[in-house]
Nanobody, 121 residues
Framework: QVQLVESGGGLVEPGGSLRLSCSASGNINSIDVMGWYRQAPGNERELVAA?????????DYADSVKGRFIISRDNGKTTWNLQMNSLKPEDTAVYYC?????????????WGQGTQVTVSS
């Protein structure tokens, strides 16, 4: 129903900034939550930030990124972004965009393929 593609990853020095973008296609009107997750080698995939459309665009951040990262959306539900500032080596991970969508009584989860973010000197 929904297809997601991430972009914007790359190599950045500590303290630098990077902006990720997620483009959605398909049944985009069904999207209830727009999120960003990350997974470092050997670690579990963790929530970075999310916008819950059905809760008046409530924004949630992981404690580790609060004050440094900003999630936003453009063009309705078709695109959402993650502005990452003051990056730390600990932020190095594959970042995935995620969509939660509902149709009838069912809830579906969709994932992008991921984009690598490397923070290193």
């Amino acid at each position: 129903q929904v297809q997601l593609v991430e972009s914007g990853g790359g190599l950045v020095e500590p303290g630098g900034s990077l902006r990720l973008s997620c483009s959605a296609s398909g049944n985009i009107n069904s999207i209830d939550v727009m999120g960003w997750y990350r997974q470092a080698p050997g670690n579990e995939r963790e929530l970075v930030a999310a916008i819950t459309v059905t809760k008046n665009n409530r924004i949630d951040y992981a404690d580790s990124v609060k004050g440094r990262f900003i999630i936003s959306r453009d063009n309705g539900k078709t695109t959402w972004n993650l502005q990452m500032n003051s990056l730390k080596p600990e932020d190095t991970a594959v970042y995935y965009c995620k969509a939660e969508a509902s149709r009838w009584t069912n809830i579906y989860y969709y994932w992008g393929q991921g984009t690598q973010v490397t923070v290193s000197s």
